[in-house]
């Protein structure tokens, strides 16, 4: 139902469809806010309300669906997905015979998607609409999602430490919000993460070391962020030496320039004797 018109807020009845597994809202006039019975779904596992009006909190209960749960498979998941094409610069047809597919963006392309991946996808994507409040820590117990994309929202408090639970994640997006805090360490653990984002909120400190997935995002990862340090971006400077830079300075301020102290100690004097 992606890309419509469609306007007024989101049923509180949603939940009575409960075999729903994939709900695909995006790029529409949706009001009101997220309802907590999306979490009456137990059979989700993909969800996108991306490109809305929506306002208010994100539920803590996405947990309740499949969104938290893994699926055991020995391939990986480049070779579990199917993608039929790129949208965009797409020159083809779809094949009449496509009869079951959607549209889901995902490592900052939209792709199309079919056939067994349908059941094997699974993320949730709420950017571009006006939520605000803190993440819900809960987010963390998603661990089936592939994707995850909260951006340009007016979210504020911290990036859950729970994140790191988020094992099959390849893409993460939290730009142009209003957090702060530090980027917890704990996610240099995130094996799978390929994308990653938290440009324009208000973090500081050391980013997470610079190994694994990590050492592969560049400065556009973290811009926006003023305080935050660490390679790819300047090397932090401890407490202990910004504290001594410090003392540096003020004992320089408080030298006496003994040149220029001679000289007016030895003009003002022979002026007096005069």
Known sequence: ???????????????????????????????????????????????????????????????????HESYNNSSSPDEQFKILFSIKGHQGHVEKKI???????????????????????????????????????????????????????????????????????ESLDLSYNKLNGKIPHQLVELKELAVFSVAYNNLSGEIPEWKAQFATFNENSYEGNTFLCGLPLPICRSPTTMSEASIENERDDNLIDTDSFFITFTTSYGSGAG
């Not at 779904?41 to 803590?60: E, R």
């Not at 392309?109 to 939520?131: E, P, R, T, W």
Request: hydrophobic letters at 40%; one cysteine or more.
């Open 1 to 67: 139902l992606s890309y419509n018109l469609l306007n007024g807020s989101i049923p509180d009845w949603i939940d009575g469809l409960s075999q729903l597994s994939h709900l695909i809202l995006g790029n529409n006039n949706l009001e009101g806010e997220v309802p907590v019975q999306l979490c009456g779904l137990n059979q989700l596992q993909l969800l996108d309300l991306s490109n809305n009006n929506l306002h208010g909190l994100i539920p803590p209960c996405f947990d309740n669906t499949k969104l």
């Open 99 to 169: 009869q079951e597919f959607f549209e889901f963006t995902t490592k900052n392309i939209a792709y199309i998607f079919q056939g067994k991946v349908l059941s094997l996808l699974s993320g949730l994507d709420l950017s571009c609409n006006k939520l605000i409040g803190h993440i819900p820590p809960q987010v963390g117990n998603l661990t089936r999602i592939q994707t995850l994309n909260l951006s340009h929202n007016n979210l504020t408090g911290f990036i859950p430490s729970t994140f790191s639970n988020l094992k099959q994640i």
